[in-house]
C-alpha cells in the first residue's frame, strides 16, 4: 500500500518531489526547537493549488494524515509529523511566488510559501511595508505565517498576522479548493470562513494563497533603548509618546536586567548600548508614516525623532529614566534591534527552560512579575528566570529553569511550573497562548482552560470539515 501511494503522490507532484529517504526528510521531521522529533512517510513538495489539491484527494483516499509545513519554524510542535513513520509532510515550499503587488492598493497577492523576509523585500521596493517582523522572518513562511496567527514586535501598531490579511485560498481535507481571494474590506455574505482557517494550525485546510495589506514605509523612524524603574512608569511613557505621535509607536520591547547580563556574556565582543541597564529596559521603536513627522526640522533631524528625544530627556531630568540611547543611524537602529532580536539566541543559552507565551493587560504586566517569584519559590527554590516581553501588548515569554535541570526538566515538575504560570494568568484575565499557537505543547493546557463550550464548538467545525481526522492531527485540540 505505501508502495501505492508514493507512487500516486510521485504521478502527482512529480517523483521528484516526494522525499522518503531519512536524509532528505531529516530537516521536515524535526521542529525548530529541537523538541518533537517525528519519522514521516514522505515529504511532498506541490509546486501549486493544484498539485496541493491532488495531494489531498490521495490523502483522503487513503485515510492518509498530513502536516502541512510552511518554513518550520512554529515553537509548539505543530508543523512536524508523529515518529510513526504513517504521515506526509506537506510542505509548501516550492509555492514561492508573489504573484503581484499592486502599490496603489497597497495589496499584495501570494504563495503561501513566500518566506516572509521576501515579501518584506520585496513590499520596500515598492515603498511600503508587511508589517509583521520578528526573528524568525528569514525562513518563516506566509501559510506557517497565518496559520499560527503570529504576532512579533509591532503588533501594537498593526495587529498580528490576521488584521493584516485581506483574502485567502484554501484546500480542504477532500481536495476542494476554496477561492476567499478578495480584496474586499468590507464584505458580509455570509460566515467569515477566512478568519477559521487564520490560526487553525493546519488542521481545517491547507492555505495556498492570500491577499496581504500593505503599509507606507516608515519615512523615518525613532528608535531608542532606555532604563526605567518601573512597568507603570513605562507605560505612562508608551500612552505619552502614542498622543504625541498619533498612535505611531510600532514597538515597545521590555528586556529586564538579567536579559542584558546574558547579552553582555554572550555578545562579548560588541559594545553594550546601556551602561547600566536598570529593572525595566525599554526598546522603542516610532514609525514616522505622516510627512508631519517625517519632516526634517531645525535640529536637522526628523520631527519624531525630536519627539522622542524631548520625551525621554524631561524623563532623564525627573528622573524616571536612568540611561537612554537614542539611535543616530541605521546602523545603530540596527544596533539596537540587534539586542532584542537575539532573544531566541539568549533563551537557549542556558539549556533547557519550560517557556511560557502568555498575555494579560498590559497594566497587569508588573502583578505578575511581582507575584510569580513566591508561587514559584515551593515548586523550584531559586529558579532562573528568563522574561522578554511585548509590552505594549501585554505579550510576555516567560521561562522558568528549575536548578540542576539544565540538560532537561522533568515533566512533573514542567507541569506544576506551567499551572503556576497559567494560575496567575487566568486570574489576571490574560491567554495561555498569545501568538505561538497550541501545537502539541498547549494541547493539555487547552483541556484545562478553554472554555468548554467553545472546544466543542472547535470540535464540530473540526469534524464537519475534516470528518476522517487527517489534517494536522494531534494538534491543537485536545
Ligand atoms: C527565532 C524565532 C522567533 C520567533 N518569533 C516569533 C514572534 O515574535 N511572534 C510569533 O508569533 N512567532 C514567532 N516565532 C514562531 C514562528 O516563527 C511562527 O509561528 C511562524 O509564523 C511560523 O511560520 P512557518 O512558516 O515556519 O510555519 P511552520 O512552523 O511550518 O508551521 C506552523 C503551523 O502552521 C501550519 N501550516 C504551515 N503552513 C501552512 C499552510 N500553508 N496551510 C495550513 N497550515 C499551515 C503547520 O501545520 C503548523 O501547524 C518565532 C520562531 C523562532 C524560531
Request: hydrophobic share 45%; net charge neutral.
Amino acid at each position: 500500500v505505501t508502495k501505492d501511494i508514493l507512487n500516486a503522490l510521485g504521478a502527482c507532484v512529480g517523483a521528484a518531489n516526494v522525499l522518503s529517504g531519512h536524509t532528505d526528510r531529516s530537516a521536515y521531521d524535526l521542529d525548530a526547537m529541537g523538541k518533537y522529533p517525528g519519522h514521516s512517510l514522505a515529504v511532498v513538495r506541490p509546486a501549486d493549488t493544484g498539485e496541493v489539491s491532488g495531494v489531498l484527494k490521495i490523502a483522503s483516499a487513503h485515510n492518509l494524515a498530513v502536516v502541512p509545513q510552511g518554513g518550520n519554524t512554529g515553537l509548539t510542535g505543530a508543523s512536524v509529523p508523529d515518529a510513526s513513520a504513517s504521515q506526509i509532510v506537506l510542505s509548501l515550499a516550492r509555492m514561492n511566488k508573489i504573484r503581484d503587488i499592486d502599490a496603489k492598493t497597497r495589496v499584495a497577492r501570494v504563495e503561501a510559501g513566500v518566506v516572509l523576509q521576501s515579501l518584506h523585500e520585496a513590499a520596500q521596493m515598492q515603498d511600503l511595508i508587511f508589517p509583521l517582523f520578528f526573528g524568525a522572518r528569514g525562513s518563516a513562511m506566509i501559510g506557517g505565517v497565518l496559520s499560527t496567527n503570529a504576532g512579533g514586535s509591532n503588533v501594537l501598531r498593526y495587529g498580528n498576522a490576521r488584521a493584516l490579511v485581506l483574502g485567502i485560498e484554501v484546500v480542504l481535507a477532500d481536495g476542494r479548493i476554496m477561492n476567499l481571494m478578495s480584496e474586499l474590506y468590507k464584505d458580509n455574505s455570509g460566515y467569515d470562513l477566512r478568519d477559521l482557517f487564520i490560526g487553525a494550525e493546519g488542521t481545517l485546510g491547507v492555505i495556498t494563497g492570500a491577499v496581504l495589506k500593505l503599509y507606507p514605509r516608515p519615512r523615518a523612524y525613532a528608535t531608542a533603548l532606555m532604563s526605567l524603574n518601573t512597568l507603570p512608569d513605562a507605560l505612562d511613557l508608551l500612552t505619552e509618546l502614542q498622543d504625541l505621535t498619533g498612535n505611531a509607536v510600532e514597538a515597545f520591547e521590555f528586556m529586564p536586567a538579567n536579559y542584558f547580563d546574558d547579552y553582555a556574556r554572550r555578545f562579548a565582543d560588541r559594545k553594550m548600548p546601556l551602561s547600566a541597564p536598570g529593572p525595566v529596559n525599554i526598546l522603542v521603536e516610532i514609525g514616522a508614516t505622516s510627512a508631519a513627522l517625517a519632516r526634517t526640522d531645525k535640529s536637522g533631524r526628523a520631527v519624531v525623532h525630536t519627539l522622542l528625544e524631548e520625551a525621554l530627556s524631561a524623563r532623564l531630568e525627573a528622573g524616571r529614566i536612568s540611561d537612554a540611547t537614542i539611535a543616530q543611524n541605521e546602523s545603530q537602529r540596527a544596533a539596537l534591534w540587534h539586542c532584542r532580536e537575539c532573544a531566541f539566541e539568549l533563551a537557549t543559552m542556558h539549556g533547557a527552560m519550560v517557556d511560557h507565551d502568555i498575555s494579560v493587560p498590559p497594566a497587569a504586566v508588573e502583578t505578575f512579575l511581582a507575584k510569580m517569584p513566591a508561587r514559584l519559590q515551593p515548586l523550584a527554590p531559586d529558579a532562573r528566570v528568563s522574561v522578554i516581553a511585548h509590552l505594549g501588548d501585554g505579550n510576555l515569554h516567560y521561562s522558568v529553569q528549575p536548578k540542576g535541570c539544565a540538560r532537561g526538566v522533568p515533566d512533573a515538575l514542567a507541569d506544576k511550573i506551567t499551572e503556576a504560570v497559567e494560575d496567575l494568568v487566568q486570574s489576571l484575565a490574560g491567554s495561555f497562548s498569545a501568538e505561538h499557537g497550541i501545537g502539541r505543547s498547549k494541547r493539555a493546557t487547552m483541556a484545562r482552560r478553554k472554555d468548554k463550550t467553545a472546544l466543542e464548538v472547535m470540535r464540530t467545525l473540526k469534524t464537519a470539515l475534516d470528518p476522517q481526522c487527517i489534517l494536522n492531527p494531534g494538534k491543537l485540540l485536545p
